[in-house]
């Protein structure tokens, strides 16, 4: 069975969201303090999927989060306020998946979790006519494995997040292609409509500082301004 784990301090919203995911198959660990759920999650094996509220008593979600990452790259949905626009992007920044903001329905959230569930068994976007039938292509410096899912640049493995490899991937399926923001968000995100422009803009910033690491004096995502990003051959800096 799937195993969900829950961390929400209000018992009326956790008492819901269990009740949910129970009834469409899902196992539920609830806890009400941050603390304690990551605890659990260091003991525990077999946790598919983290549904992190960001107003904790004991810590913020985002500390959670980051204290996750640490150690785990298991999905995670936070639960925002309302109108919180700003926790949604440090949310996302920070390692988040996916946002739910309160009040939700608690069949919006499982539709959530199954959407992401899904992605993670097929990592892989699209199957693009400019990509070979193995396993690996190389554009430019860059070296895809769809199957497992990784990017190296000069034969440097690059430590990406789902969303930076989605989108990588996505820029490389069709080379110096202007992409624009909601193709890349169409494209890569499980729910376009309730994602933010600046998602994209946030993966796009960290992508790049990532491949900045490996290759310090090339800029291979070009933006242009208005339409959206392409990748290139590595552009330099100005
Ligand atoms: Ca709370």
């Known amino acids: 069975m799937t195993r969900i784990l829950l961390v929400e301090d209000e018992a009326a919203i956790a008492d819901t969201v269990v009740y949910a995911l129970e009834a469409d198959g899902f196992a539920v660990q609830w806890h009400r303090l941050g603390q304690e759920a990551l605890a659990y999650l260091q003991k525990a094996g077999d946790v598919a999927l983290v549904i992190l509220d960001v107003g904790l008593p004991d810590a913020s979600g985002f500390e959670i989060c980051k204290a996750i990452r640490r150690f785990s790259e298991v999905p995670i949905i936070f639960l925002t306020a309302r109108g919180e626009e700003l926790d949604r992007i440090i949310g996302l920044e920070i390692g988040g998946d996916d946002y739910v903001t309160k009040p939700f329905s608690p069949r919006e959230l499982v539709s959530r979790v199954r959407a992401i569930l899904r992605r993670i068994r097929e990592p892989v976007v699209q199957v693009s006519e400019t990509m070979s039938a193995g396993t690996t292509t190389t554009v430019f410096d860059f070296t895809v494995d769809e199957q497992r899912a990784t990017i190296t640049l000069h034969g440097?493995?690059?430590?990406?997040?789902?969303?930076?490899?989605?989108?990588?991937?996505?820029?490389?399926?069709?080379?110096?292609?202007?992409?624009?923001?909601d193709q890349i968000m169409n494209t890569v995100w499980t729910q376009p409509e309730t994602s933010l422009d600046r998602a994209v803009d946030t993966h796009i910033k960290s992508l790049r500082s990532k491949l900045r690491k490996v290759q310090p004096s090339r800029e291979y995502?070009?933006?242009?301004?208005?339409?959206?990003?392409?990748?290139g051959n590595a552009f330099h800096e100005p």
């Open 156 to 181: 440097h493995l690059l430590d990406l997040t789902r969303y930076e490899y989605l989108i990588l991937q996505y820029l490389l399926s069709q080379p110096e292609r202007v992409f624009t923001r």
């Open 221 to 231: 995502i070009k933006t242009h301004r208005g339409l959206g990003y392409s990748i």
